[in-house]
Structure formats: structure tokens, C-alpha cells
């Protein structure tokens, strides 16, 4: 049976294409999307794909990801550096979970160089654009039991 993996991207992420292209690039986050469906064709995964603003709302996904699904990618976005919330509800589930950002955030404002989701993501990919959405695909195939 295919395995079910979630990509959540948290707030501000809907922007991207038109926000700070100096940091984040030119992407939009719909061809982020269809660039990830292609990837998980290549592993027969299927996909579920979110984007929002609200932690709250991230908090259900990952529980909901945690109940139906066999791994998680997250982009937290500023949450990362702010949300116990998500490092709670991320320690509550029982699957892979990759934390990805775009940029590095460890070259940028201090304020960026702590996660709280790191410590309990099983690993993290940072700084490689819109690759490192690609390549956490690549990684759940690794980590996800058969
Ligand atoms: C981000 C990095 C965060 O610090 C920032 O708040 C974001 C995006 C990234 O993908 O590089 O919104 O998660």
C-alpha cells in the first residue's frame, strides 16, 4: 500500500515567490507543491500538502499526520523559533518528521539560530531552497518502515 506523507509550511509561506526573493527566491509555493508531487511519484507516496498561518491549525495537521499518516515535512517558518506548541505536538506522534527551511537560518539574525522543533525532528535540512523539500522527501523513504 502507498504511504502517506504530509507537507505542512507555516505562516508567511503562501508568500513566497513574492516575499524577500533576496532570501527566499523566486519560487512560488504551488511549484513547490508540484515539484514534491513528481518527487513522491518516484516513491509511490502520496501526498497531502498545507500551507497556513495559524499554529493552531499546524498543531491539528500534525496530530492529524501523527493519526493517518506514515511521515511528516515541516516548515515550521517563524514558529520554528517561538512555538512549544508545535515541539509538543510533534513529540506526541509516532512518525518521521524532517523540519525544513529554505534559507540558513543559522547565517542569519540570531533570533533565527534556535528551533524548537529541531530536537525532536528525526533530522533537519536548511539553507538549500526549494531542493530541501525534495531531498526530505528522499529522506522519509529512509525513514519510513515498510
Ligand atoms: C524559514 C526561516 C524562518 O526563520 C522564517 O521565519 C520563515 C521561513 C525558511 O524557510 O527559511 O518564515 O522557515
Known amino acids: ?37 513528481d518527487e513522491c511519484a518516484r516513491f509511490d507516496f502520496e501526498l ?17 499526520a501523527g493519526a493517518n499518516g506514515d511521515g511528516l515535512i515541516i516548515n515550521p517558518a517563524a514558529y520554528s523559533h517561538t512555538s512549544v506548541a508545535l515541539h509538543d505536538a ?3 506522534i509516532n512518525i518521521p518528521t524532517i523540519e525544513v527551511h529554505l534559507s540558513n537560518i543559522y547565517a542569519r539574525e ?7 522543533i529541531s530536537p525532536v525532528a528525526t533530522g533537519t535540512i536548511c539553507g538549500l531552497g ?7 522527501i ?3 523513504a529512509t525513514q519510513i518502515p515498510e
Open 1 to 37: 500500500m502507498a504511504k502517506k506523507i504530509t507537507i505542512l509550511n507555516g505562516p508567511n509561506l503562501n508568500l513566497l515567490g513574492n516575499r524577500e526573493g533576496d532570501i527566499y527566491g523566486t519560487v512560488g509555493l504551488a511549484e513547490i507543491e508540484a515539484a514534491c508531487l
Open 48 to 64: 497531502a500538502f498545507f500551507q497556513t498561518n495559524s499554529e493552531g491549525e499546524l498543531v491539528t495537521q500534525i496530530q492529524e
Open 90 to 92: 510533534i513529540r506526541a
Open 110 to 116: 540570531t533570533f533565527r539560530h534556535h528551533s524548537y
Open 130 to 136: 526549494p531542493t530541501g523539500y525534495i531531498l526530505a
Open 138 to 140: 528522499g529522506a522519509l
